[in-house]
C-alpha cells in the first residue's frame, strides 16, 4: 500500500504562486509513476502534470507548473506559477506502479482557490 497526503493549498490572487507538496509513504518514489490531477466544480478530474520516461503537462499549465521529486524526502512537488482563476480546483496526488497505467493510490486533495 501507499499513502499520499498533499499540503500546501490555499487561497492565492491571480498571478501569484503555490507550491504543492505530496508525501508518500510505504513504497519509495524510485518504485512509482507520480501524477498531479486536479477536479473544479462541475467538471472532471483531469491529469495536469505527471512524472515518468517522459514528464507530462496538460497544455492549460505548460510553462506555469512544474512537477518534481525528492527522493530522499519521499515528496513529489507540484510548483504552480502565474495562477489563474480557471487554476481552482481541488488538487490530488496519485501514483501508479511502474509498468500499470492505473492510478491505485491517491491522496484526500488540497484546495487551490485564486482570486481575480
Known amino acids: 500500500q501507499v499513502q499520499l497526503v498533499e499540503s500546501g493549498g490555499g487561497l492565492v490572487q491571480a498571478g501569484g504562486s503555490l507550491r504543492l507538496s505530496c508525501a508518500a509513504s510505504g513504497r519509495t518514489l524510485s518504485d512509482l509513476r507520480m501524477g498531479w490531477f486536479r477536479q473544479a466544480p462541475g467538471k472532471e478530474r483531469e491529469l495536469v502534470a505527471a512524472?515518468?520516461?517522459?514528464?507530462f503537462y496538460a497544455d492549460s499549465v505548460k510553462g506555469r507548473f512544474t512537477i518534481s521529486t525528492d527522493n530522499a524526502k519521499n515528496t513529489v512537488y507540484l510548483q504552480m506559477n502565474s495562477l489563474k482563476p480557471e487554476d481552482t480546483a481541488v488538487y490530488f496526488c496519485a501514483a501508479r506502479r511502474i509498468g500499470l497505467r492505473r492510478y491505485d493510490f491517491w491522496g484526500q486533495g488540497t484546495q487551490v482557490t485564486v482570486s481575480s
Open positions: 512524472t515518468g520516461g517522459t514528464t
